[in-house]
């Protein structure tokens, strides 16, 4: 059975950090893209990062670059988000996802897995 695990989330003044991890189990995922996605209540879901399968590129939404980093570990099957800075406007339950569709990789679409998502708050 393939998972995707996320893990990090939680409470968190204005300015302060948190890093979320995914870890997969089930099958590897060395070739797929890895990405980060959000919901906030009412909202719909929105891209947050992204990461090629060897780490090479990565991509971002404007409204996290330059606070957040993405990061993958092949041989641990786990994709790491570093948050810093953070706002109360990225309060979300946040998702990773693994996939390999040809719909590029800030939608939702080209992801096949998804983990059952991680709460994030941010207080002002």
């Known amino acids: 059975q393939v998972r995707l695990v996320e893990s990090g989330g939680g409470s968190v003044q204005a300015g302060g950090s948190l890093r979320l991890s995914c870890a997969a189990s089930?099958?590897?995922?060395?070739?797929?893209?890895r990405g980060w996605f959000r919901q906030a209540p009412g909202q719909e879901r929105e891209f947050v990062a992204a990461i090629s399968w060897s780490g090479g590129n990565t991509y971002y939404a404007d409204s996290v670059k330059g606070r957040f980093t993405i990061s993958r570990d092949n041989a641990k099957n786990t994709v790491y988000l570093q948050m810093n800075s953070l706002k109360p406007e990225d309060t979300a339950v946040y998702y990773c996802a693994a996939g390999q569709s040809g719909y590029g990789v800030r939608s939702d679409q080209s992801y096949r897995y998804w983990g059952q998502g991680t709460q994030v708050t941010v207080s002002s």
């Open positions: 089930g099958r590897t995922f060395s070739s797929y893209a």
